[in-house]
Every structure is written in C-alpha cells, then in structure tokens.
C-alpha cells in the first residue's frame, strides 16, 4: 500500500483521479499520504511484512469507488 500511494502522489491521470483506493473502518477512502514510520495522528496499519501509518485520507463514495474498480479491472 505504501508503494501503491507513492505511485499515486507522483502519477499523473487524465480524470484526474489521485490515490489508491482502500477501505478503512468498512468505508472506502481515497489513500493521498503513508509512513513507513511513526507518525504523530496517522492510522497505524499492520501490513504483511510490517507496519504502515496511513497520514492522509478522503472520503470516496460508495458509487465512486464502484466505479473506479470497475474501470480498473477493464485494463487488464
């Protein structure tokens, strides 16, 4: 995921989508910041290999986050 949202903040998209898509709390949020290390208010994750601090955050819709899926999934 860390990668993921770096890849993101450096990317450029014609919709202008930014962030990696993730649900927290059973709720889709749009992924726009992450540490590898410790960060003062973010969200601690426990990853596969070690822990990741989610920093910043938006809200996606339910509809949003539909829809962004279903395009993604079309480019394979």
Known sequence: M???AWA???AMSAGG????LLELDGKPVR???TSLTEVEGARRLECGDAPLWVVETEEVSEEAAS???AQAASTH
């Not at 989508?17 to 990696?20: F, S």
């Open 2 to 4: 860390h990668r993921l």
């Open 8 to 10: 993101w903040l450096y």
């Open 17 to 20: 989508t930014r962030g990696a």
């Open 31 to 33: 992924v726009l910041a």
């Open 67 to 69: 829809s962004t899926s």
